[in-house]
């Protein structure tokens, strides 16, 4: 099995464009959405921070913006805003686990739920407790896997893209 040889350095930018375009709208929508979400339900914390991430979503496609235009530094903004991005997850989640609060998943459990928790072995407060604990390590892993990943990855392309746009100038 042969393997592929490495991308041109032009094609290396084109990919980085695109994903950097489409991660800052999906940081920038679902950011709102959910700081939106939040701010409705009252959660402040948890606005502020999404409300900071669809940010990071604006400084994704700012760096995107620069790149097309042939400024290199436009790198810098992409990794920059992952890695904020990941920053403010991590935070949302660090103030989640030090600020337990089940009051708003007691209307999630039904009669159902109630009757099946004896054959588990735990309490309403036990199930809430470990559901609530599940939900924002899942949180916390995909801000490390996600945003981290790709800070990575355009963190990795810093070399192909310099060349690419010594090569063309501007896109």
Do not use: K
């Amino acid at each position: 099995m042969s393997s592929s040889p490495p991308l041109l350095p032009f094609e290396t930018l084109v990919r980085v464009l695109r994903h950097a375009r489409r991660n800052g709208t999906w940081l920038l929508v679902l950011g709102s959405v959910f700081g939106l979400l939040g701010a409705a339900a009252g959660e402040v914390p948890g606005a502020l921070t999404w409300l900071l991430v669809a940010g990071t979503g604006a400084l994704t496609l700012h760096g995107a913006t620069l790149l097309a235009g042939g400024e290199p530094r436009g790198l810098r903004w992409l990794v920059g805003g992952q890695l904020f991005c990941m920053a403010f997850l991590l935070a949302l989640c660090a103030w989640q686990f030090t600020h337990v609060d089940l009051t708003p998943l007691r209307a999630a459990v039904t009669a159902d739920l109630r009757a099946s928790l004896p054959q588990t072995g735990l309490t309403e407060d036990e199930f809430l407790l470990l559901s609530y604990c599940l939900t924002y390590a899942v949180v916390a892993l995909i801000a490390l896997l996600y945003p981290g990943g790709m800070a990575l990855y355009y963190h990795r392309r810093r070399d192909a893209v310099a060349e690419a746009m010594e090569e063309t100038g501007e896109l």
